[in-house]
């Protein structure tokens, strides 16, 4: 069955969700969560995203926000994740997809329920078991959002005004 077209909006949130292919670990060393951070921060700033919350996992990202022109979502995710897969494969010595079809985006209204999807997406290694609480798990928006520090210094964090 043929995917229909992706529903875009103004004035929404989006929760972007990008998977490796077949569930394959994206990011292997510390070095390749850093490099698609700093991929983020370019592409953020190309399309006008506004990013409220993300989490790096190993096999996936999620990433919450909203950008100006809803008709450069899918550039702006292409974006990272095409310069992202050439990164992962020159350093892996990998041809081939990386992700797993194309990412996902769910729509989200400014209310209550951003605030929770954002915690979702906050406590994802939580539920992972990769770590106990969601501030031990630095490839997350948890610190900068809720004790805003960055121990990545990233500083991706746009204000979310409800």
Not at 39 to 65: A, D, E, S, T, W
Not at 72 to 91: C, D, P, Q, V
Not at 156 to 162: K, N, R
């Given at each position: ?136 798990y630095k490839w997350s928006s948890f610190l900068e959002r809720v004790l805003a520090k960055s121990l990545n210094n990233n500083g ?7």
């Open positions: 069955m043929p995917r229909g077209p992706r529903v875009l909006m103004k004035n929404v949130c989006y929760h972007l969700i990008a998977r490796g292919n077949q569930k394959q670990d994206i990011f292997r060393e510390e070095e390749d969560f850093k490099v698609y951070l700093l991929k983020l921060r370019k592409y953020k700033i190309k399309y006008h995203f506004q990013i409220y919350g993300y989490c790096l996992m190993p096999n996936h990202v999620h990433i919450m926000g909203e950008i100006k022109q809803p008709s450069n979502l899918a550039k702006f995710m292409h974006g990272i994740n095409r310069s992202y897969t050439e990164y992962f494969n020159k350093k892996y010595n990998m041809v081939g997809h990386l992700w797993q079809d194309r990412f996902k985006s769910k729509i989200i209204v400014r209310d209550r329920y951003l605030l929770d999807c954002i915690q979702y997406i906050e406590l994802n290694p939580v539920r992972a078991e990769i770590t106990k609480t969601p501030a031990e991706l964090l746009d204000e979310l005004h409800i």
